[in-house]
């Protein structure tokens, strides 16, 4: 019997043997749950039960056309469903667990529904380090599909409150885990169709990937859709932004960073790390 439609009463619950447990039962009966991981919040489900990716794509009025990074336990569970390289293979070693997310080939027979790789010949794969998103993926079992937890084009959320600003009602659990530390999304690189390339920017520096594989790096911008965070719009505020202000019209709230104070500030001292693990929460 497929679970009820939403809305849902949408409940937090603090990180703990419990919590897991709860989250487990919704994800086998097909349901997605918010889950921390070390870059931003993510959306779980079971990446091979097509009805499960669906409901992710449901909660986040998500086009279906994007695909999802698939999550996993270790590099023995990812090789059971991507086709690895040798360059990718010492890719994962230097980088997993991790914020590095490789797009591979797909292993034919791996289970992984059509729906989570948008149809594509390849699979977005990531192993997290952060502990609760691991401890669910042991509890599971499954490989899970899990973009950021937040309505599609929006901005990426790094807290449980931010979770349920915007999915409340829509998915029935969020657990809570703290802040996130990195708080923007992963690097995400590919290795599909020869070569390696820079699909989407983030905490890892691709300059040090390309090294990893042996590989010369293409960081040039991709012509279609092969991963997330490559649509037009994408992690976008809901109110206008203005770039590069030093100061603020009274209507408006300024976000600083170092010399500059503002109403908030990403790094008072100007440290590129905090800002970015701060960026989307002063958003």
Not at 151 to 179: E, F, Y
Not at 212 to 221: I, N
Not at 259 to 268: M, N, R
Request: contains cysteine.
């Amino acid at each position: 019997m497929s679970p009820p439609n939403p809305p849902y009463p949408t409940e937090i619950r603090r990180y703990g043997k419990d919590a897991i447990e709860a989250a487990a039962r919704l994800i086998r009966q097909g349901l997605p749950v918010a889950v921390p991981t070390e870059t931003v919040y993510g959306l779980a489900a079971d990446a091979t039960d097509g009805e499960a990716v669906a409901r992710i794509y449901e909660a986040k009025g998500r086009p279906a056309f994007n695909p999802l990074i698939v999550h996993v336990r270790d590099l023995a569970q990812a090789e059971t469903l991507g086709c690895f390289s040798e360059g990718a293979r010492a890719v994962a070693q230097a980088y997993w667990p991790g914020a590095l997310t490789l797009v591979v080939p797909s292993r034919p027979g791996s289970g992984i529904a059509a729906l989570a790789t948008a149809g594509l010949g390849s699979i977005a794969l990531r192993c997290p380090r952060h502990e609760v998103i691991q401890a669910l993926l042991a509890e599971t079992g499954k490989p899970l599909a899990a973009p950021s937890a937040n309505l599609s084009g929006g901005i990426s959320p790094t807290t449980a409150q931010h979770v349920l600003k915007t999915l409340g009602g829509r998915i029935k659990l969020i657990i809570d885990g703290g802040p996130t530390a990195l708080g923007i999304e992963s690097t995400i690189v590919s290795f599909a169709g020869g070569g390696l390339r820079l699909l989407r920017p983030g905490p890892v520096d691709f300059g040090e990937v390309a090294a990893a594989a042996g590989l010369p790096g293409d960081s040039g911008v991709p012509g279609k859709i092969e991963a997330p965070g490559q649509l037009p719009s994408h992690y976008a505020p809901s109110k206008p932004l203005r770039l590069e202000a030093r100061s603020a019209a009274p209507d408006e709230w300024l976000i600083g960073f170092g010399e500059v104070a503002g109403d908030d500030s990403l790094s008072p001292s100007g440290d590129l790390v905090e800002a970015a693990a701060r960026l989307f929460d002063a958003l």
